[in-house]
């Protein structure tokens, strides 16, 4: 199949996913027949170290057997802490909140470090991070402690040595979500969230990490499928889908020249409105360069046939088209080259990924970030006598965010624990846990000397704070650990200890065990800022 000079453009311009652990061939033939430009990795694809170094060398070869000018966008969301896809090998780095809690933005510059050197190293030369939002409303569902904190100044400071640490290893970085998705309560994976703010308000916010570190120089900047009414007049009109956000103020006013990607276009937030490929259309549009479409390849085609007809139309003009095309070579040429490609050997992992010196550079981190927030009468260190008993319990994780990824739902809280002292019963209840559970659980707590109960981000009406208050009711040594979101105090009764780890990864929870028994000390300090108590 030939494919004119337009329709090479127009694939450049498509960012595209797929299922699998090898490159299947639906994704050959769309990188074959269509040209696409981008691909987008999530955990459906991640297998071992060797496996994603060889997927990512076949999808390139493939590029350059199809007589790709440039090398493929290979793209994947590590911010780390809870949203992270890369696993078996590699070092578990610590999310944004947790490093806006050391206080050190030097943290984020040695994170991001160590994130694109891990990512070079397994062909992956796109990264979706850093997140910019300032989450200043703690009842954002998709936002919270993938923010460094409340404040646009921290976030901009931690953003800028997160670009800065990856792009020194070579990696492409990208601002999310412009203009801002912090302070909302909808998911926009699941509906269209609104923010409401006037135009003053977003710039002294919302804007401000996004010009700061612009003015250091970024690779791409991600929209956010949120409409902004101060911006954009027509109702309901996500920026991902105005062209007043994307060209008026991220081009025009904001002075962005570089690449403009979407978020997936089969959230619901566009997939349930516009649809995936009339949006892929008023993207392009309103100034945006790359159309990301992660999962059904049905879309995928449709929306590709939707810009070749808008083409067609004159609803995109040729010169939108060949702007769009050429930032994306720009940035191309500007990090990706065939001679880092092994094309022609065997890809071979290095032996810095995953190493030693990354893990205890990540467990350095942990120490600084992890925060005890409230410890009443020293109960925190423990120091149990070898026959005390300690009792642990804690919800199962559920599947908290749409972009969370459930291979890593499981929680080494208890094990961490009972690592430090034998004698400890560990409980894991259903997720709420159920009354019937609860009433067990608080039967029993009198016995043990003192009870760690684990919280996964407490909710109004939450059967979690049940939990906490019965126990409490029968013994006052209570520590709570928020394994994620550290707002969870704001809704639980009066306790003696609380600790936040903002992340349930492996690292996190053996560091809070060690510090719960004084073998680390803990430093972190809280980067927001805790509501009164609420009825839970």
């Known amino acids: 199949m030939s494919l004119s000079e337009t329709q090479k453009k127009i694939g450049q311009l498509m960012v595209f996913g797929f299922k699998g652990k090898t490159a299947t061939p639906e994704i050959k033939k769309l990188i074959r027949e269509k040209h696409i430009g981008g691909v987008i990795l999530f955990g459906r694809n991640i297998g071992t170290p060797e496996e994603i170094y060889q997927l990512t060398t076949e999808l390139q070869r493939e590029a350059r057997a199809a007589g790709h000018e440039k090398p493929l966008l290979i793209c994947i969301d590590q911010e780390n802490g809870v949203v992270r896809r890369l696993g078996e090998g590699s070092t578990v780095l610590p999310g944004s909140m947790l490093l806006g809690a050391t206080g050190k933005s030097e943290n984020a510059y040695i994170t991001g470090l160590l994130t694109g050197r891990e990512l070079k190293h397994l062909g992956v030369n796109w990264n979706l991070a850093p997140v910019l939002d300032v989450n200043n409303n703690p009842e954002n569902p998709v936002i919270g402690v993938r923010s460094y904190g409340e404040t646009p100044e921290m976030v901009s400071e931690f953003g800028l040595q997160a670009v800065k640490g990856m792009q020194d290893a070579g990696m492409i970085t990208t601002l999310k979500h412009f203009p801002g998705h912090g302070d909302t309560n909808v998911d926009s994976h699941l509906d269209l969230p609104t923010i409401a703010h006037d135009m003053e308000r977003l710039e002294e916010v919302e804007l401000k990490p996004f010009i700061d570190v612009m003015e250091y120089g970024t690779d791409t900047i991600m929209s956010a499928h949120v409409y902004f009414p101060a911006i954009e007049d027509r109702e309901n009109v996500p920026a991902t889908l105005s062209k007043k956000v994307i060209t008026d103020l991220l081009r025009t006013k904001l002075g962005f020249n570089g690449v403009v990607t979407t978020d997936c276009m089969e959230m619901n937030a566009i997939s349930e409105t516009i649809g995936t490929a009339a949006g892929g259309v008023e993207a392009i549009k309103a100034g945006v360069d790359l159309i990301m479409?992660?999962?059904?390849?049905?879309?995928?085609?449709e929306t590709i046939h939707a810009v070749e007809e808008a083409l067609i139309?004159?609803?995109?003009?040729?010169?939108?088209?060949?702007?769009?095309?050429?930032?994306?070579?720009?940035?191309?040429?500007?990090?990706?080259?065939?001679?880092?490609?092994?094309?022609?050997?065997?890809p071979v992992v290095s032996a810095d990924f995953g190493s030693k010196f990354h893990e205890w550079e990540a467990y350095e981190i942990y120490r600084q970030g992890i925060t005890i927030v409230k410890n009443e009468n020293n109960l925190v260190p423990l120091s149990p006598l070898d026959e005390d008993r300690l009792l642990v319990v804690y919800p199962q994780n559920s599947y908290a965010m749409q972009v969370e990824d459930q291979r890593y739902s499981t929680f080494s809280l208890g094990e961490s624990i009972k690592n430090n002292h034998e004698k400890t019963d560990v409980i894991e209840l259903t997720n709420p846990p159920t009354k019937e559970e609860i009433d067990k659980v608080a039967a029993s707590a009198s016995k043990y000397s003192a009870v760690i109960i684990g919280t996964l981000t407490v909710k109004p009406n939450d059967t979690q704070v049940e939990l906490v208050r019965e126990i409490k009711q029968q013994n006052e040594s209570v520590i709570v650990i928020a394994t994620r979101s550290p707002y969870d105090i704001s809704y639980l009764p009066d306790i003696p200890a609380y600790i936040a780890t903002y992340e349930f990864t492996h690292p996190a929870l053996i560091t809070v065990a060690n510090a719960l028994f004084g073998k680390v000390q803990v430093k972190g300090k809280l980067p927001i800022t805790l509501p009164k108590r609420r009825d839970g």
């Not at 992660?294 to 995928?300: E, I, K, T, V």
């Not at 004159?314 to 040429?333: F, G, P």
């Open 313 to 346: 139309n004159r609803e995109i003009s040729e010169k939108t088209l060949h702007s769009a095309y050429e930032r994306v070579m720009e940035l191309k040429d500007k990090y990706l080259s065939w001679e880092d490609i092994p094309l022609n050997q065997t």
């Open 293 to 301: 479409v992660s999962h059904l390849q049905s879309r995928q085609y």
